[in-house]
């Protein structure tokens, strides 16, 4: 609704969205099987040519290839879903069920001849996540007293449920005012300052870590040991999966009805797991790997301001702006009980024995979580003319800025080429604050320029005998892009410390590396070749470290060193030339373009492989744009 009266132009509105989001959860059906990774044992005799390498039944296998070439692998994993969901081709099907509300009310008012005030309101908020038929699970972490407590709670239990209500806390608090202030000086120069805070809405995606795990579908897996033999077949295990109960010995799922399913019903791990363990050879413990949502989870904010000055020298603006934004209560992963393989005093959610083998419990947990940061600082100039005086155009802009926050990705491990890694969760999973650190897309000077330039060839006498149709509308572009090198961090290679394998150790830095590629080998990025890994130091073999490796985690920071910079130079001409008339107004017109990418041809550099203990540590394998392109086209335009 638009609503004028006077000097001010009211403007309200509200939205409602419903959402119908129907998601499979079935990462690996089918089963795989690993060759390597760990000891096989032969499940037969197997006879050497001199017959003094004979391998007896239940001896360890020399290596991977013998374990390929005899069909004897080291583990098997697959996801199984329960029967009382969905199969085949919907394996695990869920169906995510959500709301969502807005409203917002805003006015420009012209409060003077000098002074505009914007000024507003917006409030969101969204119904808790549903499933159709109450297919969602989830742990729930309590303090001895039974309520709810942060995870490194001492003497902390997780009950885990199915159909857990409420799944999380509903936000009620989902204002968002903003306001804005523009204040000519003159005829030629504006001020300008405003500010606003925005809701980020939980989304569906996040929501779906309440749903698709157990008692639904389950990751099982196996591993080789000695007198238990891991088959190798050539088609799809079948399982048979056991009936998940309650504490007090009842079904978790009457006859196979999810609906059924009373909310807040306990689910009776250590028995399902004991049940699961009977599956395997060896009875091989199965760790319950869950994904599901804190339940203090909450929305998400954006706090934006901005203050500059806009000033037009005759047809020529000149705009200088500071802007600033901080995002509060992000969403992120937290693993409560630490990564893959965590040993004792990393997972205070699985069971030990005296000798620190796994007897129980959870493994891999990963909650998703608000409480992630960032902040955003910028000063943005431009400079632009867009009159047609002496037919020139342009766009000249510059910006100095600065992202910082602790995950720039939710999912955070994301590799970008071969030998670089791009993020990765928390070094450290009971200190994410750590984490903070330039974001992976910060990038600290950028500037670009856009020209237009019409050409009057037509004014060239020596050209005129050509004719007006070949000699005028022609046009020349450029865009200029200039920017600095974004951040990356070094990473060991190798599991440093008990906190698990979560690939995300780091080393420390020993020596100081000169970065550069105005070198004869200009992919040496690190410049000392085949000894970049000296200059760091894996903390591993040290006194009080923990783990296989007894190590430590590492001194170095996220996102430390700087990447190579990027800069790229694109020009094109066109030739724009009417055919017929229509009235007054020419019928079409035929657009001729020569465009150039990359014009010089320069080479800009991506980022060097960032694993100390990985091939071609320090060494940049590919580049970040193409070479020079040429392409030529014509446009019928009518």
């Given amino acids: 609704m638009i609503y004028t009266r006077g000097p001010h132009a009211f403007k309200w509105g509200t939205e409602m969205r419903f959402n119908f989001d129907a998601t499979i959860f079935g990462v690996n059906p089918n089963g795989s099987y690993v060759f390597g990774g760990g000891t096989a044992y032969s499940p037969v005799f197997i006879p050497s040519a001199s017959g003094q390498h004979d391998i007896e039944p239940g001896d360890p296998l020399p290596d991977s290839l013998v374990g390929l070439l005899t069909a004897t692998p080291y583990s098997y994993s697959t996801n199984v879903a329960a029967d009382f969901v969905a199969q085949g081709d919907k394996f695990n099907e869920m169906a995510v069920r959500r709301q969502a509300y807005a409203f917002y009310?805003?006015?420009?008012?012209?409060?003077?001849?000098?002074?505009?005030?914007?000024?507003?309101?917006?409030?969101?908020?969204?119904?808790?996540?549903?499933?159709?038929?109450?297919?969602?699970?989830?742990?729930?972490?309590?303090?001895?007293?039974?309520?709810?407590?942060?995870?490194?709670?001492?003497?902390?239990?997780?009950?885990?449920?199915?159909?857990?209500?409420?799944?999380?806390?509903?936000?009620?608090?989902?204002?968002?005012?903003?306001?804005?202030?523009?204040?000519?000086?003159?005829?030629?120069?504006?001020?300008?300052?405003?500010?606003?805070?925005?809701?980020?809405?939980?989304?569906?995606?996040?929501?779906?870590?309440?749903?698709?795990?157990?008692?639904?579908?389950?990751?099982?897996?196996?591993?080789?040991?000695?007198?238990?033999?891991?088959?190798?077949?050539?088609?799809?295990?079948?399982?048979?999966?056991?009936?998940?109960?309650?504490?007090?010995?009842?079904?978790?799922?009457?006859?196979?009805?999810?609906?059924?399913?009373?909310?807040?019903?306990?689910?009776?791990?250590?028995?399902?797991?004991?049940?699961?363990?009977?599956?395997?050879?060896?009875?091989?413990?199965?760790?319950?790997?869950?994904?599901?949502?804190?339940?203090n989870f909450r929305n998400g904010y954006v706090g934006s301001w901005t203050a500059g000055v806009d000033h037009d020298f005759h047809d020529v603006r000149l705009s200088v702006d500071y802007v600033g934004t901080a995002g509060v209560n992000l969403a992120g992963f937290v693993f409560p009980n630490s990564y893959n393989d965590a040993g004792p005093g990393f997972a205070p959610f699985t069971q030990f024995n005296s000798a620190g083998q796994a007897t129980g419990g959870y493994g891999l947990e990963a909650l998703m979580s608000s409480g992630s940061h960032s902040t955003y600082h910028a000063l943005q100039t431009s400079i632009s003319k867009n009159s047609v005086t002496a037919g020139l155009g342009f766009q000249a802009s510059y910006t100095y800025s600065k992202s910082l926050d602790d995950t720039s990705a939710v999912l955070g491990g994301f590799v970008g080429n071969a030998g670089v890694i791009l993020q990765t969760f928390p070094q450290n999973p009971w200190d994410p604050g750590a984490e903070k650190g330039p974001s992976t897309f910060d990038t600290t000077n950028v500037f670009t320029l856009s020209v237009i330039q019409a050409l009057p060839v037509d004014r060239l006498r020596f050209l005129q005998p050509l004719g007006r149709l070949l000699t005028r509308g022609w046009q020349f572009l450029n865009i200029t892009t200039l920017t600095s090198g974004p951040p990356f961090t070094v990473f060991s290679g190798i599991q440093q410390t008990g906190a698990g394998a979560g690939g995300s150790d780091r080393p420390d830095q020993v020596g100081k590396p000169v970065f550069s590629t105005n070198r004869s080998v200009r992919e040496d990025y690190f410049g000392l070749g085949a000894s970049n890994a000296s200059l760091f130091t894996i903390p591993i073999n040290v006194p009080g470290g923990s783990g296989p490796n007894q190590g430590v985690h590492g001194t170095l920071g996220r996102g430390t060193f700087r990447g190579p910079g990027y800069q790229d130079y694109d020009i094109a001409v066109i030739k724009d030339t009417p055919l017929g008339h229509r009235g007054s107004s020419e019928l079409s017109d035929l657009q001729f373009r020569a465009e150039f990418f990359n014009i010089f041809n320069l080479v800009n550099f991506g980022l060097p492989n960032n694993i100390v203990r990985g091939s071609g540590f320090g060494i940049i394998s590919k580049t970040a744009g193409t070479s020079r392109q040429i392409q030529f086209s014509l446009k019928l335009i009518f």
């Fill in 105 to 295: 009310f805003q006015d420009a008012w012209k409060a003077t001849s000098h002074l505009t005030v914007n000024y507003g309101l917006r409030y969101e908020v969204n119904s808790r996540i549903a499933e159709a038929k109450n297919r969602t699970s989830g742990p729930l972490i309590v303090g001895p007293d039974g309520k709810p407590a942060p995870f490194w709670t001492p003497g902390v239990q997780q009950p885990f449920f199915d159909n857990p209500q409420p799944p999380y806390q509903k936000d009620w608090n989902g204002w968002g005012p903003r306001l804005g202030l523009d204040y000519g000086i003159g005829t030629h120069t504006v001020l300008h300052a405003g500010g606003a805070i925005a809701t980020l809405l939980t989304n569906l995606w996040q929501d779906n870590a309440l749903t698709g795990s157990i008692p639904f579908s389950y990751n099982l897996f196996v591993n080789a040991s000695p007198g238990a033999a891991l088959p190798f077949q050539n088609s799809v295990r079948q399982v048979n999966l056991p009936t998940p109960y309650t504490p007090q010995g009842a079904p978790v799922v009457p006859n196979g009805v999810t609906t059924a399913v009373r909310p807040n019903t306990p689910i009776d791990l250590t028995r399902l797991q004991s049940d699961l363990a009977a599956l395997t050879p060896g009875r091989q413990v199965q760790l319950f790997s869950v994904f599901a949502v804190a339940q």
